[in-house]
């Protein structure tokens, strides 16, 4: 089966979608604004539901309809604004990169009933913002668009006759019973958890048959199906590719055996398609994206402090007011609104008020603000690789500065080697002054991992205690030899190591484990377990994909 182009494969999902975009939810699209997103963006008008526009700021009035104020205090009834969500339709989320997880979860919640679908439009502006995990779960579809050029992609154009059939066909196409135990054991290989993956694999199977004019989902259906569906929600093992080069037949079907109950394909070639449906790195840097999900409290600034006088506007809240607090005016009309004929009715005749306000109807505005953000790198610079790793931490730690300040993040080295640490760059936003200190590092020698997550721990407490936000990144190879008294002896060493992780963890900071061996360290496995923090392993990362994968895991 000839392998589809990325424009190609972007033209079968949109196809897919525009044929049952209720069962298959979605479209996640990563692509930046430009001529070749514009031209893809042409063929949404081959969707057959209505297409409503969103954006990451829209209010919950917008989404579910609200009082429309100005009629209601005008005919002194209530009467209610229409809102997006009344009726099924198809959604244009632009900037989901940045959607906020309070909308990600009403829109999901949205995608969980029958009639809508969504295509999020993800920029990747910035590496620190990620489509919710609600959202990038329940959406059916991926497309990157990143990589293609304007001379790659050609005029999307979709023949609606051929839609209008497939969507008349869609219901009579069968799908072989083997098909949802195949594709269940795909989606657990690739360690994906959650069961909606292989269901809108399914989902997308028929759809693709019924493009093709098959009345039973066949082999070549559930291949391209794996790819548009599978290929970015998790990793393809190393043993299933070396199997999948072999190409095993498969299995003779019993004499008893029904012929729709046939195997479909093999799973390690469905998993071979998986694989070569993307590029390595764009699984990085989605992996890297899950881990910033999982990290608790690393959002992409500081940690979030309301109030009531500057920041981020937040929905109005009931209250009283005083001690500076502000009204919020239209809000606190919104909600007396509703109860003005019954309190009319409860003013003797003649006294009768035009509006009236109660105390339970007031509201107040709020803000959000967020603090500066600490990334503290820890660094092993102990054995013979300790200058390429240094190198690639020095790199790193320049290209993020490069960005800190308009986010007003602060950077901070430990470096760790022979038998204690070494605070190499304390907290700062000077890219002069670190290009200054990080030219003379040194390193090799013993690996005194409990003292450079010592000092970490530290450098979080002080940080912490002057306003700011600390997060942690460890960079090691997982090979502590140094206790934290500083004799030598790994199971101690190992030991002191897990107390100060699980201390560090009581803090609530949140931190990244980043294993830079050859192989993967169980050993680091465990200590991430003990920070409660993601783990990435990362053999060979140079300085600018380390400070990407940074960047995007800790939101940085």
């Not at 390595?280 to 409290?297: S, V």
């Not at 603000?369 to 054995?383: H, K, M, N, Q």
């Not at 020698?445 to 979080?460: I, Q, R, V």
Request: glycine content about 8%; charged content about 25%; aromatic content about 2%.
């Amino acid at each position: 089966m000839e392998p589809l182009s990325a424009w190609e494969r972007a033209e079968l999902a949109l196809a897919v979608l525009a044929v049952d975009p209720a069962g298959i939810k979605g479209l996640w699209l990563r692509a930046r604004a430009g001529p070749v997103r514009d031209r893809f963006a042409a063929g949404f008008s081959a969707l057959a539901l209505a297409r409503r526009n969103l954006h990451p700021g829209i209010d919950d009035a917008a989404l579910f309809g609200s009082i429309d104020l100005a009629a209601t205090l005008a005919h002194g009834r209530v009467i209610r604004a229409a809102g997006i969500l009344d009726a099924p339709c198809a959604l244009m989320l632009a900037m989901s990169e940045r959607c906020p997880p309070g909308l990600g979860a009403r829109l999901a919640r949205m995608l969980d009933d029958a009639g809508f679908c969504l295509v999020a439009c993800d920029e990747g502006a910035e590496p620190d913002e990620a489509l919710p995990t609600a959202l990038a779960d329940r959406l059916g579809l991926f497309v990157d668009l990143n990589a293609v050029g304007w001379s790659d992609s050609a005029p999307m154009v979709l023949d609606p006759t051929r839609l209008g059939v497939a969507r008349l066909a869609l219901a009579s196409v069968e799908t072989p019973p083997a098909a949802y135990e195949t594709l269940t054991r795909v989606s657990a290989a690739m360690e994906i958890e959650s069961l909606r993956a292989p269901l809108l694999t399914l989902a997308c199977a028929r759809a693709i048959a019924a493009l093709a004019g098959h009345r039973v989902v066949d082999d070549s259906d559930l291949q391209r199906a794996v790819e548009l569906v599978l290929a970015h929600r998790g990793e393809v093992p190393a043993s299933a590719e070396e199997n999948a080069a072999e190409e095993p037949s498969p299995p003779e079907p019993e004499a008893s055996q029904p012929q729709d109950q046939q195997d479909v394909l093999p799973e390690d070639i469905l998993l071979a398609a998986v694989r070569a449906a993307l590029p390595p790195d764009l699984l990085a840097r989605l992996a890297a994206g899950r881990a910033a999900r999982a990290a608790k409290g690393s959002g992409g600034t500081g940690a979030a402090r309301k109030g009531n006088h500057r920041g981020r506007p937040l929905p109005s809240r009931p209250g009283k007011p005083g001690a500076g607090k502000r009204i919020d005016l239209v809000a606190t009309l919104r909600a007396a609104a509703p109860w003005q004929p019954l309190r009319r009715g409860a003013v003797p005749a003649g006294g009768a008020l035009r509006l009236e306000i109660r105390p339970d109807d007031i509201r107040l505005k709020k803000y959000q603000e967020t603090s500066d953000r600490l990334l503290i790198f820890t660094v092993d610079a102990s054995g013979s690789s300790a200058l390429a790793r240094l190198a690639e931490a020095k790199g790193a730690v320049e290209l993020l500065l490069a960005q800190a300040y308009a986010r007003r993040d602060h950077v901070a080295l430990i470096a760790f080697r022979g038998v204690q640490a070494e605070l190499v760059l304390p907290p700062t936003r000077s890219l002069v002054q670190t290009k200054r200190r990080l030219a003379g590092l040194p390193g090799g020698g013993g690996t005194p991992l409990a003292a450079g997550l010592k000092m970490a721990f530290d450098l979080a407490v002080q940080a912490r205690a002057r306003g700011m936000t600390p997060t942690v990144a460890l960079l090691t190879d997982g090979r502590g030899n140094i206790a934290l008294n500083g004799t030598p002896g790994r199971s101690e060493a190992e030991a002191d190591a897990l107390r100060l992780a699980r201390a560090l963890r009581a803090t609530a900071v949140p931190a990244l484990v980043i294993d830079t061996a050859n192989r993967a360290q169980p050993g680091l496995r465990q200590l991430a377990a003990a920070l409660d923090a993601p783990y990435l392993a990362l053999p060979r990362a140079d300085a600018r994909r380390l400070s990407t994968l940074l960047t995007t895991a800790l939101g940085a």
